[in-house]
């Protein structure tokens, strides 16, 4: 009988220490489970952290930018040598704050850097190159050294922001047709060439207009030189390299040469995008055709040949939308030869600062065109799209962008 | 005092035993399936930490590409990008020679710019060239062949590393990243698939699958956690 109660007492004890030990048990998962909320609590919270820093200090990037604009005229009062407080310590309600500062980055560039600072101690530092740029296309003919313009060649302008030109006609059409050169002579002659404009020459350029030729507007000589923007080859990657066939349809391209090249009355039809090539090769009656935004750099390893977009008597630019923006063609080449040619649906703006321009065939171009030199013996009638003047993110652009912590 | 107390039958012990034997098989299960619960929502977290981190690390690069990136496929489609990084940029301020090119506004570090770093001319004299970086001071870079037209002061140079995000095969669940053709760097382990696409000229699209280190003991399969994120190149 001795046995009974002391199995009984010993057995109750096993009960209660099980109890426990599996009580013990499930507490300890919960607080692991528990642990691990935190840890991943603070993970989120961390990041969230991370990335207000981030979007604040993209705000004082912003803040700078809008703030240079504005003060376009005194740009060159903030490149100093060292770091300056460009905008103060600004509070964004809670949560958290910027501070921009603005140093000289050489070649009229400004340094500028942005540091935020978030209420859980997040710090985020961008600095961004920013440059201030002058229009690309300023006037209807531009060009950094002569122009020569005979045979009836007219300038005049529209905005194709409020309509396009078939909405004006000669005598409506706006007196913003200048032509300008940065450093070289312009030399306006025969029967109906006019300038509906002003014709200046800059650096020891003069104008000579003569043989019947006109200008409506004024006429300068030895104005001060235009700066043209240098053309930025980013989008062609570095080095440089040409396009693939993607977006390309019909003609002839060859991707490792970078020519594009169309013949016998063919079409190539661009896809909306940006291009490289090495040049553009249209004959015979061939047909470049865009229909929506498409930018094209030629000779982007300043290698090429001359580019040619006037096919003998037909064929030539057909831009669908009829907006020179939506055609913009660079040319990084030191030294080749653009051939254009007018036509019903030419709209397009050709930058290319080093290039000698030659216009065939006496129709009509609607946009703009800057070059080395310009010469036009046979009327071409360019309309300057005035919208034109407005490319280039107004006035200033960002050249380098990078999170420095 | 023994004598007042009965004790228990043999019936009664059984019937206890029973019980309690019921009681702790139960509570050894809910201890069971509670381990087992935090063991995979362990490994839940661990695979979403995984797929986050990845992805905020290939976010802020990605943001950093200059140009457009390359993107192909390693071991499914869209699986790979290569891309440049911008590391500096700025104007050289001129008296460079044939195989140099300042910018006494820098004061670049010795460990800037050791292996795999390229400085190219974007605008200004000289633009489109694009060199290695072979050795460099404070403020002057030299590069390893000569210069076809040395820069000047007007021109603008970006200093780039070639990067890379992949997988090396269909089995390996590790995503890797390549800085200056060094080997592969694992960046997470838990990686099934991604994907890259550029929806437009600018933007990057990114694609992440993670899985969970082993399965769920209650389907059979492993978890699974997609995320997505599109960046905006800035350069």
């Not at chain 1, 005229?73 to 903030?78: E, G, I, L, V």
């Not at chain 1, 006037?139 to 009836?152: D, F, K, N, P, R």
């Not at chain 1, 194709?160 to 007196?175: E, F, I, K, R």
């Not at chain 1, 349809?249 to 016998?264: I, M, R």
Request: with cysteine; net charge neutral.
């Amino acid at each position: 009988m001795r046995h009974g109660p002391g199995l009984l007492k010993e057995e109750s004890g096993i009960a209660l220490i099980t109890g426990l030990l599996i009580l013990m048990g499930l507490t300890s998962i919960g607080l692991f489970a528990t642990n691990t909320t935190i840890v991943h609590q603070d993970i989120s919270a961390n990041l969230k952290e991370s990335k207000q820093g981030f979007y604040l200090a993209e705000a004082g990037i912003q803040h700078a930018r809008l703030f240079l604009i504005q003060h376009k005229d005194n740009w060159s009062s903030y490149a100093s040598a060292t770091a300056t407080p460009l905008i103060a310590t600004t509070q964004l309600a809670n949560l958290g704050t910027y501070t921009v500062t603005v140093q000289d980055a050489g070649g009229g560039g400004l340094r500028v850097r942005s540091t935020s600072n978030t209420p859980g101690q997040a710090s985020v530092v961008i600095e961004a190159l920013l440059r201030q740029n002058s229009a690309l296309f300023p006037c209807a003919v531009c060009a950094s050294g002569t122009i020569t313009l005979s045979g009836g060649t007219t300038t005049d302008s529209f905005d194709s922001s409020v309509s396009g030109y078939t909405g004006y006609n000669p005598l409506t059409a706006g007196s913003n047709g200048h032509v300008r050169s940065s450093n070289g002579d312009i030399s306006l002659s025969g029967d109906g060439t006019q300038v509906k404009g002003n014709a200046t020459a800059g650096g020891s350029g003069t104008v000579s207009v003569s043989g019947g030729a006109t200008v409506t507007g004024t006429t300068t000589n030895g104005a001060p030189p235009l700066a043209f923007p240098p053309v930025n080859i980013s989008p062609c990657g570095l080095p440089p390299e040409y396009s693939t066939s993607d977006g390309i349809t019909g003609g002839d391209y060859n991707t490792s040469t970078g020519e594009l090249k169309a013949s016998d009355g063919a079409t190539v039809i661009l896809a909306p995008g940006t291009y490289c090539f090495r040049n553009v090769k249209l004959s015979s009656g061939s047909t470049l055709q865009v229909n929506d935004a498409v930018k094209i750099y030629l000779d982007v390893k300043n290698s090429g040949e001359k580019s040619d977009f006037a096919p003998g008597s037909s064929g030539g630019v057909v831009n669908t939308t009829s907006k020179a923006e939506n055609l913009q063609i660079f040319s990084l080449s030191s030294s080749q030869e653009i051939r254009l040619r007018g036509g019903s649906q030419v709209y397009m703006a050709v930058y290319a600062p080093n290039s000698p321009i030659t216009f065939a065939g006496g129709s009509d171009v609607y946009g703009a065109v800057v070059g080395n030199t310009i010469t036009d013996s046979e009327g071409t009638k360019v309309h300057y799209d005035v919208h034109l003047s407005n490319l280039g993110e107004a006035g200033v652009v960002m050249l380098a962008w990078r999170q420095v912590f | 005092m023994w004598k007042s107390e009965q004790g228990f039958t043999v019936n009664e012990l059984l019937i206890t035993v029973a019980i309690l034997s019921v009681l702790s098989a139960q509570a050894y299960n809910a201890f069971l399936s509670s381990s087992r619960r935090l063991v995979l929502q362990n490994e839940i977290v661990e695979m979403q930490t995984d797929a986050r981190a990845a992805m905020d690390f290939m976010v802020r690069e990605l943001r950093l590409a200059f140009g457009p990136p390359t993107i192909t496929a390693t071991v499914t489609t869209n699986d790979t990008i290569t891309f440049d990084r911008l590391e500096d940029a700025g104007y050289s301020s001129g008296g460079n020679t044939i195989t140099t090119l300042n910018d006494t506004r820098k004061t670049w570090s010795s460990s800037n710019f050791t292996t795999s770093y390229t400085v190219g001319i974007i605008s200004g004299t000289g633009a489109g060239q694009a060199r290695s970086i072979s050795a460099h001071t404070s403020t002057q870079l030299t590069v390893s062949s000569a210069w076809d037209t040395p820069p000047d002061s007007s021109s603008f140079y970006v200093i780039t590393r070639r990067k890379a995000f992949t997988r090396t095969s269909a089995s390996d669940n590790v995503l890797r990243y390549t800085a200056g053709g060094s080997v592969n760097q694992p960046l997470a382990d838990l990686i099934t698939s991604h994907t890259f696409s550029q929806p437009d000229a600018n933007t990057i699209g990114i694609t992440l699958t993670a899985q969970t280190r082993n399965v769920d003991p209650k389907t059979g399969q492993k978890r699974q956690y997609t995320l997505t994120e599109t960046v905006l190149r800035r350069n």
